[in-house]
């Protein structure tokens, strides 16, 4: 490895929500800093799709009323926060597709097709194994997740659903169309699921007069842009790292290009699934090994749709759908100043829907998600144009949208993957440990920063 041209007391890899906090703390306290980052942007999964118009996000929009760190961010570099909570309302109302079949909620309690048991026939299946995993909820606190105490409940989210009484059919139904973590309700934790659910209760319990959430009025992207813009060390753009080596005096971060970095420390905010590409020396050991070289990210593609014409006017079912098939949940987004306004569509796919998706050339993936909106609303016929198309999984800098942990996996190694390898803190969504999303990155962040400033 040819020696570091830029030296600093900090090395910082990635300039994601993760990686900026960590940089933003460290400066605060003294420290020099250096961020480099693979791509010609900073804000990693944060991306605001500008060229799609006013407000389109690829990445996380959504900042929950609690999100005390991205909120003082953004506050304190003067991004102006727009309240959603008006918008959110409509999130709730979509219809849901079967089998070729269009059934409006309200149809839904009754219908022949709904398998859940008892009074859980009113949920619809979207949002059934959240409102449960909110009702049956044994954490207390989110951060109780990877308490020893709650281990019982790293099982499959099957056979959690199995003990409420949940048959074959009703599992399936209720978790796995388009999930959020893995394939199916086999392949997922039941503890990850109450984390979440654990998080999202405190969202609301922090919620100031009713507001819900927000998102930033120019673009989420402006949070991660002005971060960076604070800093008063330098982010290195177009910087692939390709290996880390460790020696008693710190490390050396080489990039693709052959720049070098060198630090008595190093922050390295990548997906798992991205630092299993990088060398380390010396390699990982033991249980975070494993963590770095087994951690899942879900996979998750938008198919981005203009609407010619306010098509479910003439067809009388709301904008939204739910689906069974390759159109994923088709949401209808509505990013201007008037909320009730329909601005475009996203078609959201995960876990098999979004690797259907990206095993097809772009504009194949957009046909197909028209042609199975097309086949269930006639009204749709020729009202909907494909714009875009954005594929996390495929994204070689993210390999996935979020991370998500199989059965038993939390025992396993959640607690010890952060743990310090030598000079290298690490830090990302995937290692925040009472957070989730934006939050969670930036908590994972501070806690990197932390760590070096006590070391
Ligand atoms: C579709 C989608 C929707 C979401 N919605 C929400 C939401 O509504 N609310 C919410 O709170 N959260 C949401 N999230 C999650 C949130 O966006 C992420 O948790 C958060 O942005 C992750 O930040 P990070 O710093 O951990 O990782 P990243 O943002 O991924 O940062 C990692 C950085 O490392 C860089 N990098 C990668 N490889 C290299 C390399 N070899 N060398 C140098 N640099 C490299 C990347 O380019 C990137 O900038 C969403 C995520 C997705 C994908």
Redesign the pocket.
Known sequence: MPAPRHRSDVVV???????LAAALHLEACGARVQV????ER?????HSMRRLGHRQE?????IGAGYRRVIAAAERQGVELADVTAMLAFFREQELVLGGELIRQSEWPDHPRNPFPGEDRALMPWTCHRVLAVRENPLAAPGDWLDPRFAAHDVPVSEWLAGLGFGEDAIHLGYDLNPSFGDDARAASALLGFFRAAFSVEQRRLAPDGVLGYTARDGVQRIPESMAGALRGEVHFG???TAIACDRSGAEVACADGAVYGAPHVVC???FG?LRG?AVDPPFTGRQAEAVRRLEAQP?T?VYLAPRSRFWEEDGYRPSMFTDGPAGMLAASRNGDDPSEVTSFTAWAMGRNARRLDGLPEAEAGRLVLAAIEAVRPAARGQLEFVDLKS?GRDP??RG??AWFRPGEINRFAAEMGRPHGPIRLC??HLARTA??????MESGERAARDILAA
Do not use: C
């Open positions: 890899i990635g300039a994601g929500l993760s990686g480099v980052e693979a791509q900073v804000g990693g999964r944060v690829a990445g996380g929009a959504y910087r692939a790292v905010s990548l997906p991205v990088i998750v938008q996390w800098f993210a949208g979020w990302g969504e989730r999303g934006m939050e969670g990155a």
